[in-house]
């Protein structure tokens, strides 16, 4: 073993060369790994609750893009109806934050989901089979009961808000109080505040201006009696009458369906499919899900792809170090070979330094990587966005690997050296 | 009656350089050495003294011809027990001393202990003795080129006894020494012969030094002269 460090001491710059081309790869490997490892645990969480339920999309809406596009009640209501179906459950999302008018992209890009209003209708029957609750930090999760101004909050919003159970918070304008705080989930109830449906509707109504004066023109219509209305001409009869129909129930930027026990979810997804495929759009689970491996399996490659590049660099390096090591060494390799040794036994020298170089350059980078995660995930912490999952399994295959990785880049110049001929080496020099 | 330890008969060896360039480097090499024979290989450049030591150590295999060593007729012998029997029966000590230099004196004699399959234990404990032996005993820990010439060929002849060779050939022992030195080297191999009774085959240019030599073995145009 030693010899192996000696060897690697006498020639010190091209070890440090090609153990730094190790280290880089494997450091990139650790950060983007650890990184796709957080991305993947968000995913398998968002994963988690859509294959719990039916969703149901308002059409001409495309998942978070939104628009005006609602879910009316009358079609929920009518959803419901079918056989097979345990409750229907209007959900109403919006942003946080008001938009800034200066900034309409945001501050910045952030990882993963942004901080969302979740409304829910406290009262609804309607459970996610696969998340029917959620593990609490403090307090409680708002429900039946719960008066509209009580909101429950994700990890990361009370981590960058600093709030607890029993705080104000002010949303929209408005003032809540926190009657509970969630326990992390890596995924998107993180980001989500839980609200009453009923309040959480009137804010999407009075930030989208169009909503806004329907409601406007609801209220104005009601006012007028019907025998007042009687007198008024016939076109603005007409027009108030419609106005009358607002109804802010009929908004629903999604809705959430649950199924009754022994239903085939997937089959009642192409039931609803069918009966209203001119209303709405329904996301099956098995289809959603599909669709979420597919994302998250292409991010997967395409991050551990980059970090794989790094490494194949590297393990061309020590092949090409190992072939330099050995071409120095041929009479070394002759000696060797006149005192008796047997090719497996030179092979398995070469390829051990080879291991060994992959290995330090492996620790080395890891040690770099989880110096940057560290840094990283502490700086974005208080903000509750860390970034990087440190997972000991993955680390340490991690360095399996890069020994692994050395040693297979160890085995052709390993050959090559085990090949050689005793005569013509110890000619050599 | 002493044991035989080399008998080699009608021993052939031609190298192909190119399609058109054959090197006949041994044409037809009877010998005979005896269990506790010094003998000295002799002749000019090129005539085929270090290809005959490296077919005598099996590091080359002859095109025809037989070979026997402690009577194992080794030129039907497959690779790995020609190995085998390499490190366990023959010690090398070449000319440019050969120790890697990445490896301390200790090390070193050590090394060919391994390949001859001693014990962690027995190998280091053989290693020690030999530098001892051989004056080394302050120098066990240094590397190569922390030593001098005659230092260094003082390891490499303790690493061709470690595993107990019945033969030690020596190629050019004293080609890269001053002739002082060299005197050293050889009264050390004699001595070894005549106190362990291990029989020595050397190639040389020096005459003074095959002189010495109980038997003297003259190679001319890839045959021997006399035997």
Redesign the interface.
């Known amino acids: 073993m030693m010899e192996i460090f000696r060897n690697m001491w006498r020639k010190k710059f091209r070890s440090f060369l090609t153990i730094f081309g190790i280290a880089i790869g494997i450091f990139a490997f650790t950060v983007m790994g650890s990184m796709a490892l957080r991305f993947n645990k968000m995913i398998q969480g968002g994963k988690r609750f859509i294959t719990g339920q039916i969703t149901l999309m308002p059409k001409g809406s495309t998942g978070y893009t939104g628009g005006a596009a609602t879910l009316p009640l009358n079609t929920l209501n009518e959803i419901a109806k079918v056989d097979g179906v345990e409750a229907v459950s209007g959900i109403v999302e919006l942003s946080l934050e008001e938009p800034d008018p200066d900034n309409p992209i945001g501050s910045g890009v952030s990882f993963g989901v942004p901080p969302t209003i979740e409304g829910t209708d406290f009262n609804t029957k309607y459970r996610n089979r696969n998340w029917e609750e959620l593990a609490m930090k403090e307090g409680r999760m708002v429900g039946p009961g719960d008066a509209d101004t009580n909101v429950t909050i994700g990890y990361t919003i009370a981590l960058d808000k600093k709030l607890h159970a029993g705080d104000t918070m002010k949303i929209r304008g408005r003032d809540f109080t926190v009657v509970g705080v969630l326990d992390k989930t890596m995924t998107g109830p993180d980001t989500y505040v839980f609200m009453s449906i009923n309040i959480a509707r009137q804010m999407l109504i009075e930030s989208v201006p169009f909503l806004k004066s329907l409601q406007e023109q609801a209220t104005e219509a009601a006012k007028i009696s019907d025998q007042a209305l009687a007198k008024l001409p016939e076109e603005t009869r007409k027009q108030l009458q419609q106005a009358k129909l607002f109804n802010p129930e009929d908004i629903n930027s999604m809705a959430g369906i649950s199924w009754k026990d022994g239903v085939d979810p997937d089959a009642l997804s192409n039931t609803i499919k069918e009966k209203f495929k001119n209303e709405v759009m329904v996301l099956s689970p098995k289809m959603m899900g599909d669709t979420i491996d597919k994302a998250s399996a292409i991010f997967n490659a395409v991050i551990l792809g980059s970090a794989l590049l790094a490494l194949i660099v590297g393990g061309f390096s020590i092949v090409n170090t190992m072939l330099m090591s050995i071409s120095e060494r041929t009479k070394e390799i002759g000696v060797r070979k006149a005192l008796g040794a047997s090719p497996s036994s030179i092979a398995r020298d070469f390829t051990v330094e080879a291991g060994v170089i992959g290995l330090i350059g492996g620790i080395i980078g890891i040690g770099f990587g989880l110096l940057m995660i560290v840094l990283l995930n502490r700086a974005l912490a208080g903000k509750g966005a860390e970034i990087f999952i440190i997972d000991t399994t993955f680390l340490l295959s991690v360095i399996g690997f890069s020994f692994v990785l050395g040693v297979i880049a160890g085995v052709l110049p390993a050959w090559r050296a085990a090949r050689l001929q005793v005569v013509q080496a110890l000619r050599e020099l | 009656m002493p044991k035989t330890i080399i008998r080699a008969e009608n021993i052939h060896k031609t190298y192909h350089m190119s399609k058109t360039n054959e090197v006949h480097a041994l044409q037809g090499i009877n010998l005979e050495v005896m269990e506790g024979d010094f003998s000295a290989i002799i002749g000019p450049s090129g005539c085929g003294k270090s290809t005959l030591m490296?077919i005598l150590?099996l590091?080359?295999r002859p095109d025809s011809g037989r070979l026997y060593i402690n009577d194992v007729d080794t030129s039907t012998m497959k690779e790995?027990q020609a190995?085998?029997f390499?490190?366990?029966t023959i010690g090398?000590i070449?000319q440019g001393f050969?120790l890697?230099?990445?490896?301390t004196a200790l090390?070193n004699v050590m090394?060919?202990g391994r390949?001859?399959g001693l014990n962690r234990v027995e190998k280091k404990k053989r290693a020690r003795r030999l530098l001892e032996m051989m004056g080394l005993a302050e120098r066990l820990h240094h590397t190569p080129n922390e030593l001098s010439g005659g230092q260094q060929q003082r390891v490499a002849i303790a690493?061709a006894l470690i595993?107990s060779p019945s033969l030690i050939l020596a190629d050019e022992p004293t080609g890269e020494l001053d002739s002082e030195t060299s005197l050293e080297i050889i009264e050390l191999l004699k001595e070894l012969n005549e106190k362990n009774n291990q029989t020595f085959v050397l190639v040389t240019h020096n005459l003074e030094v095959a002189n010495s030599c109980k038997k003297i073995i003259h190679l001319k145009d890839g045959k021997n002269t006399s035997a």
């Open positions: 490296q150590g590091l080359d790995r190995v085998k390499r490190a366990n090398f070449f050969n890697l230099p990445a490896l090390e090394l060919a390949y001859g690493r595993n």
